[in-house]
């Protein structure tokens, strides 16, 4: 069983900058793919970034890239979404969510963490 716990949500004004961190335990990282998923009302669930962590290729949405960097720290096994430059359109739940695989584009993840809530001011 993947457990995800996510942190570092809040409000923050265009332009800036927000990190988020999702701890993770799971019976192995060994092909373990984690990213982050972001809802916002009334607009469909968009997957902004994802990582490999053995490999540690990294996929971006089209929306986030230049702005955001997903990365992991295998020593506290926890994944950052830094968030530069934000846009109130970014403004969303943003979970953190796993699967077992290789693929970072599709989606088919089956470990949801409980989300934390990103807003950014006009």
């Known amino acids: 069983q993947v457990q995800l716990v996510e942190s570092g949500g809040g409000l923050v004004q265009t332009g800036g900058s927000l990190r988020l961190s999702c701890e993770a335990s799971?019976?192995?990282?060994?092909?373990?793919?984690l990213a982050w998923i972001r809802q916002a009302p009334g607009k469909e669930r968009e997957s902004v970034a994802a990582?490999?962590?053995?490999?540690?290729?990294?996929y971006y949405a089209d929306s986030v890239k230049g702005r955001f960097t997903i990365s992991r720290d295998n020593a506290k096994n926890t994944v950052y979404l830094q968030m530069n430059s934000l846009k109130p359109e970014d403004t969303a739940v943003y979970r953190c969510v796993a699967k077992y695989g290789s693929d970072l584009v599709r989606g088919g993840y089956n470990y949801w963490g409980q989300g934390t809530q990103v807003t950014v001011s006009s």
């Open positions: 990582i490999s962590w053995s490999g540690g290729n990294t």
């Open positions: 799971a019976p192995t990282f060994t092909d373990i793919v």
